[in-house]
Nanobody, 115 residues
Framework: QVQLAESGGGLVQPGGSLRLSCAAS????????MGWYRQAPGKQRELVAT???????NYADSVKGRFAISRNNAKNTVYLQMNSLKPEDTAVYYC?????????WGQGTQVTVSS
């Protein structure tokens, strides 16, 4: 079955950087769009960035110019490079894909931005 496994979260100071990874299995990775979402305490899950199977990207306004999504089809992995991190970026970050209109999620990785 489809499995998504995020990694790379942690504690970082404001202005710092992190790179999240999401390893996919049980799917033909190269033909599906992938996305990163996040959920802060007490808030709804929100879209952060998406990347199509051809590499086109889309970002939430709040992260444009700071975050970059990319993918390596040979490694079945999607990445989220996060720069100039702010305290408001603190959240659990989830990897997502949609196959035949069914959503698949990873377990999430915690990102905490604090001094």
């Amino acid at each position: 079955q489809v499995q998504l496994a995020e990694s790379g979260g942690g504690l970082v100071q404001p202005g710092g950087s992190l790179r999240l990874s999401c390893a996919a299995s049980g799917m033909i990775f190269s033909i599906y769009a992938m996305g990163w979402y996040r959920q802060a305490p007490g808030k709804q899950r929100e879209l952060v960035a998406t990347i199509t199977n051809t590499g086109s990207t889309n970002y939430a306004d709040s992260v444009k110019g700071r975050f970059a999504i990319s993918r390596n089809n040979a490694k079945n992995t999607v990445y989220l490079q996060m720069n100039s991190l702010k305290p408001e970026d603190t959240a659990v970050y989830y990897c997502n894909t949609q196959i035949f209109r069914r959503d698949y999620w990873g377990q999430g990785t915690q990102v905490t931005v604090s001094s």
